[in-house]
T-cell receptor, first 115, second 109 residues
Framework: NAGVTQTPKFQVLKTGQSMTLQCAQD?????MYWYRQDPGMGLRLIYY???????DKGEVPNGYNVSRLNKREFSLRLESAAPSQTSVYFC??????????????FGEGSRLTVL | AQRVTQPEKLLSVFKGAPVELKCNYS??????LFWYVQYSRQRLQLLLR??SRESIKGFTADLNKGETSFHLKKPFAQEEDSAMYYC???????????FGTGTSLTVIP
């Protein structure tokens, strides 16, 4: 099993450019998440999707959009990249139900630099 | 509002010494608490969760609701424990996981 797969692993953008980070999981999990990791700030939730067809904002959603394409895939889009969006982005998934405490499984991360 | 605080950004201990990574939380409900670890060049992964009450790689963490703490402890640190550690919180019924700012642990040989 690949688990959670993110692409691309590295990307350099110019201010104003757009791009989409792709994420796919093969564990049949209901919930998927996008986090950004910044020095001294830890992991901050951007958006999450509790189930196929639903998405919700997290702590830092501004400047981002998401799509839960199907149960496997959850993409993160930057419409007009800004230097403040330079970060490492992590996708995660969880099999979260009321009867399950729901461990998070993470991708390897995508390092994005906006010049 | 949910909040997870890890007061130490950096922590260094000598091999064989005890180690404690602090985590405090605020949450208006019944939280689930977790410790996640990120070793160099590896994915972030679950280390332990309070509901399991288990010891993983010699680490334990006890949920203290009175002090709203979930400190991670190990009696004898090993070099392979060097990593970034994150404390995280979620609700039993919620779908959001909130992370602290992380503590980078270095075990000195």
């Amino acid at each position: 099993n690949a688990g959670v797969t993110q692409t691309p692993k590295f990307q350099v953008l110019k201010t104003g450019q757009s791009m989409t980070l792709q994420c796919a999981q093969d564990m049949n999990h209901n919930s998927m998440y996008w986090y950004r990791q910044d020095p001294g700030m830890g992991l901050r939730l951007i958006y999450y999707s509790a189930s196929e067809g639903t998405t919700d904002k997290g702590e830092v959603p501004n400047g981002y959009n998401v799509s839960r394409l199907n149960k496997r895939e959850f993409s993160l889009r930057l419409e007009s990249a800004a230097p403040s969006q330079t970060s490492v982005y992590f996708c995660a998934s969880s099999d979260r139900t009321l009867a399950n405490t729901g461990e998070l499984f993470f991708g390897e991360g995508s390092r994005l630099t906006v010049l | 509002a949910q909040r997870v605080t890890q007061p130490e950004k950096l922590l260094s201990v000598f091999k064989g010494a005890p180690v404690e990574l602090k985590c405090n939380y605020s949450y208006s409900g019944s939280p689930e608490l977790f410790w996640y670890v990120q070793y160099s060049r590896q994915r972030l992964q679950l280390l332990l969760r309070h509901i399991s009450r288990e010891s993983i790689k010699g680490f334990t963490a006890d949920l203290n609701k009175g002090e709203t703490s979930f400190h991670l402890k190990k009696p004898f640190a090993q070099e392979e424990d060097s990593a970034m550690y994150y404390c995280a919180l979620s609700s039993y019924t919620g779908n959001q996981f909130y992370f602290g700012t992380g503590t980078s642990l270095t075990v000195i040989p």
